[in-house]
């Protein structure tokens, strides 16, 4: 959220005065940045809606939710390898990795995956992975395993 400094600042080089606080643009700025703040806080609570609802998912269901919902489809996207492996069917699979060996895709594999992408590096990747550390529950883990069975 943007503090009403910054946005009054970005309505006064706008409108081009020479004086330094004119009430015109005070007000202007006061508008903006309650409409911005709103905005925001119905936007939080959409989310928070959206996660409670997932959270009701059966599993797999919740899993794919949850793959789209954390934005893990803007890189890995469905049937598509090009910026990230395909993660449909992943769990029981052989994964090649950058160090040369091959491991089997078990619920570990796959949660270090999320937790510390880094360890184990896909061949034909590069480390580009957000790390997630702490951010699943074993829950949300349990369903992300599920939607790559
Ligand atoms: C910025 C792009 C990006 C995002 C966002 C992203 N990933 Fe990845 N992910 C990758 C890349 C690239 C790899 C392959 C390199 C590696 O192993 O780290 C990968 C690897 C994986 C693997 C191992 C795949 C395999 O074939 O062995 C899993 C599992 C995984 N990601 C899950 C997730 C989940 C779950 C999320 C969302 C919470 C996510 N990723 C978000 C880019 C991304």
Known sequence: MPELFVVYDVVHKLSGSSQTLTKKNVIIACIIFTLVGTTWKILDIKKANRKAEIAQL???????????FEGC????????????????KLHGSTVSLTNGTKIIADRDYILQSI????AQIVYGYQGTMPAYEDRFSQAEVDAFVEAMK
């Open 58 to 68: 059966p599993l797999r269901e919740r899993g794919m939710a949850l793959l789209e």
């Open 73 to 88: 489809t803007s890189c890995h996207q469905p049937g598509n390898p090009f910026r990230a492996p395909i993660l449909d």
């Open 115 to 118: 937790l510390n992408p880094k």
